[in-house]
């Protein structure tokens, strides 16, 4: 929560930092929704376009498929920007165990990620991602003693309805 009360330079500071995370925000959200789509398109597309005898690829190829583009571009950025450091000290040059369980972790997230796509749907991650975020809100009030506001929890109930609502099966004879 950003709170803008100070000096007058302050206050024009706060509101264009407050402007760059909301404007970065809905990049990441447009960009995370359009990406889950074409994740899915991708991953359920090669089922239509087989044949009946062909078995559809296997998660960890469509895996490869999916990441072979960032690892192209994300290698090309590294050689660009550091490639004296990485020929005199090696890629893996202060790579921390942080640094390994970081990677682990996204690794591991990826896959959960497109094992949901694969047997479920981008719209069921859109909630799963909603209800982490309201589990992260949650543990940070407990665990850092962040203030949550009303608007925080209108949110909440915002997507425990949706998600109720939208995994609901007959749900009008529970409501009669």
């Known amino acids: 929560m950003v709170n803008s009360s100070g000096q007058d330079g302050e206050d024009t500071y706060m509101d264009a930092q407050m402007v760059k995370g909301i404007t970065a925000t809905l990049g990441i959200a447009l960009s995370s929704g359009f990406a889950s789509v074409y994740t899915e398109k991708v991953i359920k597309g090669h089922k239509k376009n087989l044949s009946e005898n062909a078995a559809p690829p296997s998660l960890a190829y469509t895996q490869v498929q999916l990441a072979l583009m960032s690892l192209i571009a994300i290698g090309a950025y590294a050689m660009v920007m550091d490639f004296n ?10 790579f921390t165990h942080g640094a390994v369980l970081t990677v682990l972790m996204s690794a591991f997230g990826g896959l959960t990620v497109a094992a949901v796509l694969k047997y479920a749907d981008s719209i069921l991650k859109g ?7 309201i589990m992260t809100g ?11 506001n009303i608007i925080y929890y209108m949110g909440v109930i915002n997507v425990v309805i949706a998600v109720l609502l939208y995994n609901g099966q007959n749900l009008e004879e529970m409501m009669c």
């Open 85 to 94: 450091v990485i020929i005199e000290y090696g890629l893996f040059h202060n």
């Open 127 to 133: 909630y799963a991602t909603a209800l982490s975020v």
């Open 138 to 148: 949650l543990l940070s009030m407990y665990l850092f003693g962040t203030e949550l």
